[in-house]
């Protein structure tokens, strides 16, 4: 049995952060936990089996912390997605505007005029004053973040849709647009950057 923990402890470990830090939405990162769980009580087996008190506790302390991702991810969240995905898909049934999610802005896919993906959501700003979005930030190229480019674009011309986000832009229009630095985000939408 020592030999099998040996072996799951660190695989799950691995696994469980790549499920972890790719962001894939609550459901992957609960699962992503229940992994870390797996993980933490192997790694207390093999603490066990080798008399290392200090790996024991570390890993007891790891699995509680765990078990409550699992909770939160699994269980709040997810049901706080659900909630939104029907008022969504009920909102797009009725005879009232179509509600979107903005929790699922950050990460979403900006699709362009001819259907493909041309940057992704990094996040929104609102106006304190009345929440309606005053701009969105987009990021494109690079390679998981580094080398990437962000813009900040006019929510006007975009659509939201509980599918995605959409934009009468081309791959090279929204490359051409200002670079606004990662760490410095405008305090509002100016004409500069409106398209």
Not at 28 to 56: D, E, H, P, R
Request: net charge negative; hydrophobic share 45%.
């Amino acid at each position: 049995m020592e030999e099998a923990a040996g072996w799951i402890a660190p695989a799950a470990t691995m696994i469980a952060a790549m499920m972890t830090a790719a962001n894939l939405g609550s459901r992957v990162t609960g699962w992503g936990f229940v992994v870390f769980v797996v993980g933490s009580l192997s790694w207390s087996t093999v603490a066990i089996a080798s008399g290392q008190n200090n790996l024991l506790w570390t890993n007891v302390f790891l699995t509680l912390v765990n078990i409550v991702g699992v909770w939160r991810w699994l269980g709040r969240q997810a049901k706080y997605d659900d909630g939104s995905a029907v008022a969504a898909r009920r909102s797009a049934q009725a005879s009232v505007p179509t509600l979107f999610s903005t929790s699922g802005l950050s990460g979403a896919k900006l699709t362009g005029r001819d259907g493909h993906t041309i940057g992704t959501i990094v996040d929104a700003m609102a106006k304190c004053a009345g929440g309606q979005i005053s701009y969105v930030v987009v990021s494109e190229g690079g390679v998981g973040g580094v080398g990437e480019r962000l813009h900040v674009l006019d929510p006007r011309s975009l659509t939201f849709n509980p599918d995605g986000v959409e934009s009468d832009l081309t791959a090279q229009d929204l490359a051409l647009l200002p670079d606004v630095p990662a760490d410095q985000w405008p305090e509002t939408l100016t004409p500069a950057v409106v398209n």
